[in-house]
């Protein structure tokens, strides 16, 4: 998967308007399987086939004309939703027990035969260490929250305006600026040379934007994720943010010692978070987006944890997803430097902006 093919799929929503209230069948054309579902969910959807298979949309779809049945692949991955779906409705009560990941794993043909070394390895291997559910996690959440400057420091923290780069995309990095404003606007702007890739949340909704296609909205999954980057003030206001947190066994982060836990809000999947156990700083934080077939993960790790008024701020972070990662390092730092609200905001399509020949809403 790279970031054209995504951008694509993106793309979609972006020339057509979509809207929240609209399903997949009624904002897109020739749908068969996926119906009745949000629209806004069916691009992540796609993005989770892409991972599944370690495929590009074009593996399917015929490019700029996605809606065409001309390809036998296109044929093929309808039936396999409607088998997956059958399993778990028929099998399992409904729960998705069971995704593209469990038969293809990163292939296009599904595992059939068992490796070579899984039965001697497993059989090797430790047990695992006993759970630790029932301990609080408040222990580790105080030492968060104090390890980050306090409660009282961050609240004395307005604005963050950040300046560095950002490699993984390319050879060479990419100027990157990322501006926040609390308790949860912020805006990453990459400048790359076909043109600025964006990611942005206004407090309420979020958009994206690259390469020239204009800016689409986010999904319900993708607004999750971007109001948990967004919140200036995450050590402080993390207590409040899930209902429940469960201590998970320790493990090492790249070496490191670290307390391990699981964070969780009814309905929504769980978000896993690791802390330094000696300096009690975030290391890493795994969370998933929902799609119709199953979860996207998306795994951040923090690091170059340094000083800024106060506060400790992480100066590089690296965000990977199953297509690839990338790494922002941190140049610059300023806190409370004006930044007004509309730079959050979602920019007005260019009047002459109209979908290509083949993409878009039918009819």
């Given amino acids: 998967m790279n970031v054209r093919c995504l951008a694509g799929c993106a793309a979609v929503c972006v020339l057509t308007g979509l809207t929240s209230a609209e399903t997949t069948e009624e904002h897109y054309k020739n749908i068969k399987v996926l119906t009745g579902h949000p629209a806004e969910d069916l691009v992540p959807t796609m993005q989770f086939v892409s991972a599944a298979l370690g495929v590009d949309c074009d593996f399917c779809h015929v490019e700029r004309a996605p809606e065409k049945d001309d390809k036998k692949e296109k044929q093929t991955a309808r039936k396999m939703m409607t088998m997956t779906l059958a399993i778990n409705r028929e099998s399992f009560e409904g729960r998705r027990e069971v995704t593209c990941v469990t038969c293809h794993r990163g292939s296009t043909r599904p ?30 959440l105080e030492k968060y929250l104090k390890a980050s400057g306090g409660a009282e420091a961050l609240a004395k923290i307005a ?11 390319a050879p060479e990095p990419f100027p990157v600026e990322v501006f926040g404003k609390a308790p949860d606007k912020r805006i990453s702007i990459v400048h790359a040379p076909r043109g600025d890739s964006i990611t942005a949340f ?36 993390l207590k409040t943010l899930f209902k429940e947190f469960r201590v998970a066994p320790s ?21 896993e978070l690791w802390f330094d156990a000696q300096s009690g700083l975030l290391l890493r934080q795994l969370r998933f987006a929902e799609t119709i077939l199953g979860r996207n993960p998306t795994r951040v790790d923090y690091a170059d944890y340094r000083a800024v008024d106060g506060v ?3 100066f590089r972070w690296t965000v990977a997803r199953p297509g690839g990662s990338f ?30 020949p083949g993409e878009g809403k039918k009819g």
Wanted: proline content about 13%.
């Fill in 312 to 314: 400790m701020v992480p």
């Fill in 327 to 356: 790494t922002i390092q941190i140049d610059e730092t300023q806190h409370n430097v004006p930044i007004d609200d509309s730079r959050f905001a979602k920019p007005a399509p260019p009047p002459s902006e109209a979908p290509p």
């Fill in 111 to 140: 595992q059939a035969i068992p490796a070579i070394g899984l039965a001697s390895a497993a059989a090797a291997a430790p047990a695992a260490p006993p759970s630790t559910a029932s301990a609080s996690a408040d222990p580790i």
């Fill in 251 to 271: 493990e090492p982060i790249d070496g490191r010692d670290a307390t391990h836990l699981i964070a969780r809000n009814e309905g929504r999947p769980p978000a």
């Fill in 159 to 169: 604005t963050r305006s950040q300046k560095g780069k950002l490699t993984g995309f």
């Fill in 202 to 237: 206004d407090g309420q909704s979020g958009w994206l934007s690259g390469g020239g296609r204009g800016a689409r909205e986010m999904g319900a999954s993708e607004r999750e994720a971007a109001r948990l980057d967004a919140l200036l003030q995450f050590p402080r206001d």
